[in-house]
């Protein structure tokens, strides 16, 4: 999300006149967008700070350097901020680029919350594309919604011309990006029929759009879900059969402290319904781990999750305290460092026997890809089921056949066949395959 954040600030400003330059040394203004989801990332921007605090003391006053400071480290009051960095001259709350572009250029207007007609310029032949702002969910640990505020939907037309900019200029896969994606539509007016629009409509919204290959969403939160979007993403061939459902514990009474809104049961229900439906769909998750009270039992049955659900993927933390949270002020951060580890090391050990597991079982499978890059002729993207591959340039003439972009050789953003030779649990390799290879079984 701040990826996005931080592409269409800069895309605002390009729109106002401002350019690019390498390096903050010769910039008149920096804009620091930070994270502090945990405390490495606010460490990290705090010491980036330091860093440009030098550059603007070194500099004449002619040739001030402006620094500007967005992102979840800025909450509604901002006299602490103030207090401890002195050299900053504009703080904005995540996404609130009206507020830094009113600070920067008094009278500058881009049409609102959204600037609904700046697009930022695409990096490659995939793109995020924010779809909802802020989160309602409140859960115990997160400073999201404090930070980011409440839930606020773009509009369809508002995404669809997003994505069609995109796609006109080369992107072929596009993320639809939410803090709890299936929230998108609940805040926005009923239509005339009396039904609001649903994460499902915005599929169908953008589907079609000429040269769209590709259509992923981030993040899920159980709650949300539909029957009637697991649905769409099993019916529409673009959509990517790939969900990202945090559970963050599997024992009811941690998830009743973290405020998750729902029990391990309801959480498996979706699991099981997703499977149903959608009988091809990989599934990710975020555990954390040494949360409040958490017993070894309780923790225990994370890992009887992991290996009832096997994942394809699980992001583990282990918990820290973020100031702010219901959970710094009232409950007792009581796990040691030390188990907080051995916890964190466990999930990590079991995962990478489950993902192992998981992706030996598409040796000799043919997968489709979209391929995002190259390194020394070593071609890289990823399977419908978000999974990594790499394998080499193919030699001409290519197997895949007429290249589809009429260039000759395979180049970013070409949607191709790869068998798949080796398998690990972070990424796979393969061999560049027919157009006409069956994706997805594995050869007699
Ligand atoms: S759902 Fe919970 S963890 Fe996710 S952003 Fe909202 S408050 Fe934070």
Known sequence: MNEADSDKLAAGLARLGWQQVPRPEDADLAVVNSCVVRQKAENRAVSYLGHLRRIKEARDGNASLRIAVTGCIVGP???????????????????????????????????????????????GP??????IHGCNKFCTFCIVPYRRGRERSRTIDDVAREVAFHCSNGVREVTLLGQTVEAYGKEIDARPSGSKPDLADLFVAIHDTPGLQRIRFLTSYPRDMTERIVRAVADLPKVCEHFNIPVQAADNEVLARMRRGYTIEEYTQWVHRIRDVVPSASLSTDVIVGFCGETDAQFQRTLDLLEQVRFDKVHTAAYSPRPGTFAC?????????????????????????IATEIN????????????EGEQDGILTGRTRSNKLVHWPRPSWPCPSGPCPSGRGEAAPGDLVNVRITRTSPWALRGVQAEADSPVGAVPA
């Not at 995939?126 to 779809?131: E, I």
Request: glycine share 4%; aromatic share 8%.
């Open 77 to 123: 009051r901002t006299e602490g901020l103030r207090a401890r960095f002195p050299y900053v001259d504009v703080w904005a709350r995540p996404q609130s680029f009206d507020a830094l572009i009113r600070h920067l250029l008094p009278g500058s207007d881009l049409g609102g919350e959204f600037w609904p007609d700046t697009f930022p310029e695409p990096k």
């Open 360 to 371: 030996q079982a598409l040796l000799d499978t043919t997968q489709e890809v979209v391929i």
């Open 329 to 353: 002020r009232h409950l007792e951060d009581d796990v040691p460092r030390e188990e907080k580890m051995r916890r964190l090391h466990a999930v990590e050990a079991l995962q990478e026997r």
């Open 126 to 131: 995939t793109a995020f594309v924010p779809v």
